[in-house]
Each structure stands twice: as C-alpha cells, then as structure tokens.
C-alpha cells in the first residue's frame, strides 16, 4: 500500500475506524503564509515575474510585511490538495530563514563615513551638492533635483489625538514628451530603500490600493495590498500619471493627504496605512503644454488632486540655440565617456551596486549612490523643530504668495497654481528637509527662503513658461525676418478667442500636431501649407474649421507660426 504523504492528516486508523482529533492534546504553533514574488531586475528579459508561495511559522511569522524586499532560504516541497477528485499538488517553499534586503540597502554609515557627511553638511550649498548627484546623466534639471532630493529626505510627521498631518513630500512632473521625466523617476527608483514603481495606464483603483480577495483554503475574505500600500514608508513612482482613469485618480485622493486607505466592502471594513511620498510624471493632453492654459486644463487633472502636490514642476522642451547646444554637448558626452555593458552588466543593470562608483562621468563632485543614500537615510532620522524665526517667516511668505495671487488672478487668467492651507503645508515640509540635509534639529530662516523658491516657482510655473516661450517666438522671428526677402510681410494673425477655446476638440489637437511631425520628419521641411495639413486628415472627417481653431491654438501657444503668403495659408514649425 501506498504511505501517507507527512503533510496529510489520516482520518482513519489501520482497521478502518475514524479517527477523532483532541485538541485539548494538541499542539499549536504560530503560521503565516505569503507570497513572494521575484524582483524586477531578477526577472529574466520578455519573462514574466515568478512567484511562489512562502509558509514560516513560530519566530518567523510576521517577520515581513507588503511591500520588502527579501531573501528567503528554505526548503521547496510539495503539499497535496484537500479536495475530492484532485491529484494535483501545490509547491510552496518552507522558510528557515528570512532577510529583509530593504535594512541593508539603507545601511547606516560607518565613523569614517560619519566624519564626512558631519563635513559635507556643514557646506551652506548642501542641497545645491547632493541634486548635483541625482540622475548625473540628465542634463539640467536643477529646480527638479531639488525638489527629489528634499522629498527623499522628508519632512516630519506630526500626530495629535485629533489630527495627522503627513511628513511626506508629494511631486508632480509635468513636461512635454523627451523632457528626462522617467529618467528622473528611474534613478529614484534605484536610490530610494524602498521604492515602487506602477504606471497610469497599467493601473487600477484596486492595483492603487487594495483588493478583497478570497482565500481558496479557508475561504475567507482577506485583502491584498495595492501599489500605495506596498510603498509605505517609501516612495511610489507613478509614471504616465495623466493616462490614468478618472474612477482610478479618485483612489488616490485618500491616500496622498491622510496616507490610509479605508476599505469596505464584502463584510470587510479596515483601514490600511499608505504612508509614502509619490512622485508622479504626466505628459499634457495636447502632446504640448499650452502655456496660455492653466495646469489643470493641460493635464485634464482637477484642482482637488493637482493640490495634494506640494511641488509641481513645469518641464518645457526648450527651443533656445544655447539650451540646444548644452543639450547635445552633454549627450553626446555621456556616449563618448560611458563604456559598453557587458553581457553580466546587461542582466544585472537594475541592481544599485552598479552605480556605486564616485566618478562616472569623470565629474569629480559626484557622489556615489552608496554615499547619497546612507547619507539620506541618516538625515531621515532627523526630527528637527520650527524655530520662533522661521515661524514668522513662513506665516510672512504664505501670506504673500496670497495676495500676490489676488493681484495676479484679475489680468493673468488664473494660469498660476492655486495658493492653499496645503501650500503653507508645504512651505513646512520643505523647510524641515532641507533642515534634515544640514543634519540640524532646528529649522532656520535660510531652510524656509530655500523652500518658498522652490514653492514660487511651481506656483507662477505657467506664467514663467509663457515669458519664456514668447522670448524664444521673439528670437525666431528675428532670425527669419533676417534671412526673409525684402518686401515679404507676414499679416497679424487673429488671436484665439473664448469662443474657439470652447469648442476646441482636444483629438483635433493631437491629430493636427500628429501630422506636424510625420511631415517634418517624411520631407525635412518645416513650412507647410494649410491645405496640405488638411488633406491628411480627410480621411478622420475633419473639417477645415476645426484644423483651423487647432492651429491658431498652436500658434498661441507659440509651437507654431502662421502666416499667409501669395500661395495661401502656411504653418511653420518652430525648430
């Protein structure tokens, strides 16, 4: 006769005779089940992640929680199944031993190490520094470095019996296609302890959050952790923010200001902590950012959402010859410096000790990724308190960047960021991080003039772009009148009215800015006719009018320059 399997309770003796369990007799141990999934970096390429269900039981329940990175020895084994019918088996791996990675990837620093940050800390640009070593291979991006670094460092969470006022530092990357914005997301992703990354389009409510599922052994109800929930005390990445559903954004809402998500439904009512920072990229919905638009009309995002951000960054594609040519040089360098990945490298990219090199650009002021995030992780820990200056400060700059706005609202047509109770939040969150970076356990008045620049510039972001797009429209015409013949005028063209705005439909937008491009890139040219355009988008039906109220968009929001000319109405790129 075939024996028992060991893991398989017997319900009959030798005879026949059923057998009864005695659970006063019994003995009982403490278990727990989960599942471990493999890293991203491990997961072999065009390979789905693996996963495998993990059982510990006495001192290694509760060891982990949703969301670590761990190593699991133990032993592989097969379970039969408790169900009538089924000779299949169910592998699940026995955990001996269990380390959290998540610990030793933010190690704290040795004495010598110590000695060093105490230095560097003492340096009034710190900040300045360590945004120097984000994303080394990007170029620019200062403002955007800053604002990383500082919401990698945090601010400080405050509880009372009635109240919760998060710690975390929220960030929104708003910029135009090829701006580094997921490079940026990246390198985040590499440096942080504990890091998740998701996308919008890949997203759902339940994927944010949390999903009730039911367990097939003992068919209860149980919730399993969505992206925020495993990102606690970390940071979540969430590129594409803007592809996002409408019913899927509103399952952040929760989460991004009181950091908990309340679940109920099936019977099961509980709230689960989400206390993580999120840094969000999003592209406008025109393909472009229409500077002579608000924020919130370029992104299709509401007010509600876009002010649970404490910093919002603008990311334009600068046509300017002098950002162009800093721009190439500093590309083409990275190619000319950087040496080929080997076979082992390629496999292996994502892994942190990769990038634990002081100088890989040949950039002695660099530090390594080691270095930057023990030196994070050892300002993190830094609880540091308001002094009575910085107090007034802050309550100072708050109320000026409200009546600044008041004044503002009656001529620039509200392109500029709400100013809120969130942002004198932010303006305390700011400040206490950078407070942190200085390794002080006092905020001072240089922590809040850092912070309220950094704040002022996301607020009239739109405002600065529009300024900044105008000077560049200015440049180009005075390069074309230069070069145009004599006796050759370009007619005023009318301006985009209210009525052209309503009635503006954003896929005409896309389509017509679409078609921009495959011309440039098939022809090489830049101008082109109007009729032209309009002959590449007969076959979606659109009409000449609707083509019409497109470009006239484009042109004022400056991508664009139209003119008339003896053969009729042209369109110039802006190069």
Not at 23 to 47: A, K, N, V
Not at 100 to 128: F, G, Y
Not at 452 to 465: E, F, M, P, S
């Amino acid at each position: 006769d075939m024996l028992p399997a060991i893991n398989v309770m017997p319900l009959k003796d030798n005879s026949g005779n059923l057998l009864r369990t005695e659970f006063g007799l019994s003995q009982f141990q403490d278990i727990q089940s989960f599942t471990l999934q493999e890293s991203p970096e491990s997961t072999p390429p065009g390979q789905l992640p693996r996963s495998i269900e993990v059982r510990a039981d006495d001192d290694l329940v509760d060891r982990v929680k949703s969301g670590d990175r761990v190593l699991v020895l133990g032993v592989y084994q097969p379970f039969v199944q408790n169900k009538v019918g089924k000779k299949d088996f169910d592998t699940v791996l026995l955990a001996n031993e269990i380390t959290l990675q998540s610990i030793e990837k933010a190690v704290l620093p040795m004495n010598d190490e110590t000695i060093l940050m105490h230095q560097l800390a003492s340096k009034p640009n710190i900040l300045d520094i360590l945004a120097g070593s984000i994303a080394p291979s990007v170029h620019g991006r200062v403002d955007e470095k800053k604002g990383i670094v500082l919401m990698l460092a945090g601010g400080v969470e405050r509880k009372s019996k009635d109240s919760h006022v998060r710690g975390d530092i929220n960030i929104l990357l708003v910029g135009e296609p090829a701006t580094a914005k997921s490079q940026l997301m990246r390198f985040v992703y590499q440096l942080a302890p504990k890091a998740i990354h998701t996308t919008g389009r890949g997203s759902t409510g339940v994927g944010l959050t949390a999903a009730v599922i039911s367990d097939p052994e003992s068919r209860d109800r149980t919730l399993c952790a969505g992206a925020m929930v495993l990102a606690d005390r970390g940071v979540l990445l969430v590129d594409e923010f803007d592809k996002m559903s409408v019913h899927d954004r509103v399952a952040m809402h929760e989460a991004m200001e009181q950091q908990t998500i309340t679940i109920a439904k099936a019977g099961i009512h509980a709230s689960i902590n989400a206390r993580c920072s999120v840094l969000a990229a999003a592209n406008p919905i025109y393909g472009y950012y229409a500077t002579t638009s608000s924020l919130s009309a370029n992104l299709g995002l509401p007010d509600s959402l876009l002010s649970r951000f404490d910093l919002t960054f603008l990311i334009l594609d600068s046509h300017s010859a002098k950002h162009t040519q800093l721009l190439s040089k500093h590309v083409l360098t990275n190619h000319m410096t950087a040496a080929p990945m080997q076979s082992e490298e390629r496999k292996s990219y994502s892994d942190s000790n990769q990038h634990d090199v002081s100088n890989p650009w040949g950039i002695s002021s660099l530090l390594s990724v080691g270095f930057l995030r023990k030196y994070l992780s050892m300002a993190k820990a830094i609880e540091p308190s308001l002094s009575g200056e910085a107090i007034a400060v802050i309550s100072e700059i708050y109320n000026e960047l409200r009546s600044d706005q008041a004044k503002s609202s009656l001529t620039s047509a509200g392109n500029s960021l709400h100013v809120s109770p969130r942002t004198l939040e932010a303006l305390i969150r700011l400040s206490t991080a950078h407070a942190k970076l200085r390794l002080s356990t006092e905020v001072e008045v240089a922590d809040v003039h850092i912070a309220h620049q950094l704040v002022r510039k996301c607020v009239y972001a739109t405002v600065d772009a529009q300024k900044d797009r105008d000077s560049e429209i200015d440049d180009w015409k005075t390069r074309r009148e230069s070069n145009k013949p004599s006796g050759q005028e370009d007619p005023t063209i009318r301006p985009l009215t209210a009525d052209d705005e309503s009635t503006l439909d954003p896929q005409v937008m896309i389509d017509v800015t679409e078609v921009l491009h495959s011309l440039h890139e098939s022809t090489g040219r830049v101008e082109f006719p109007v009729h032209e355009i309009h002959a590449q988008l007969r076959n979606k039906e659109v009409g000449i009018e609707h083509v019409t109220k497109a470009l006239l968009a484009a042109h004022a929001n400056g991508s664009v320059i139209l003119s008339q000319t003896p053969t009729g109405d042209t369109v110039t790129l802006i190069p």
